[in-house]
């Protein structure tokens, strides 16, 4: 299978490297010095199954590559402006494009640019960062894709989502396809979007507001917001998806750690869109009121492009 990333840093880098492991033909798109090294001495990965270097092709130019069987898309959702335009050249009538990015609606941009391909949206579940130029790092035993089809998208799409599962899969990637795909970005995107924009609020990590009577009030009436909203949505959420969350971020503990809070903590832009301002998106589409997230995302606005707090 012809593939190329548009977006080859942690996690773009390690489901290419991993496709690339396996025999595919992967094409990274790059920069940099992270684009002369790869070019040089290959992709250098370390990861929980082992260390080792794949050969695979990069360049800073779609246009090189020409039409894939896949393309995925792996930016930060505030890249996609740009990300989305530059991919057209790859991405040709038979091409799968998996977005793997945060939040639910960061696919939109894909499918208003290219209606004929197979536009895919997919949930990662990764933890992973770059270790220096042409190096990326996995750790944790947590790895995983799930993707599927738009609703109402052409029954081919869902050929297109066994089979990128299947290959990644091969390629030593947990992966399935979903039936309803809503379902899994919706259950992944409360977790976020709770966890980042209530950490980013506060500038502090959850685990140390959950024990604190009035933060975790806060946390779990924005968790409940994202409920109401994804409901309103017509997305069949599970019964217990709010406990069930609460559980598993307790559980983490000192592990938790927003990318959101980090980048805001840096001065770097964040994906705040995406996450809390999807929240206010879907609220307002659907009728139903978001308090906490608007709270959230008109305190945070001022930063999303990035600048020193």
Known sequence: MKVAVMGAGSIGGYFGGMLARDGHDVTLIARGEHLDTIRRDGLKMQTEAGDFVVPCSATDNPGD???????LLTTKTYHNADAV?????MVGPATAVLCLQNGIDSFQPLLAAFPNAAVLPGAAYIEAGRLGPGAVRQAGPVVRIVTGPVRGADPSHDRHAEEIAAAFQSAGVPAEASGDIAVTLWTKFLFIATMAGTSSLAREYINDLLPRPEWRKIIIGCMEEIERAGRASGVDLAAGIVPDTLSYIESGGAA????????LVAGRPMELEALNGAVVRAGEATGVPTPINDVIYAALKPYAAGSNT
């Open 65 to 71: 590559v020409g039409p894939v069987d896949l393309a």
């Open 256 to 263: 938790m750690r927003a990318s959101m809070h980090a980048d």
């Open 85 to 89: 335009p530059a991919m057209s050249p």
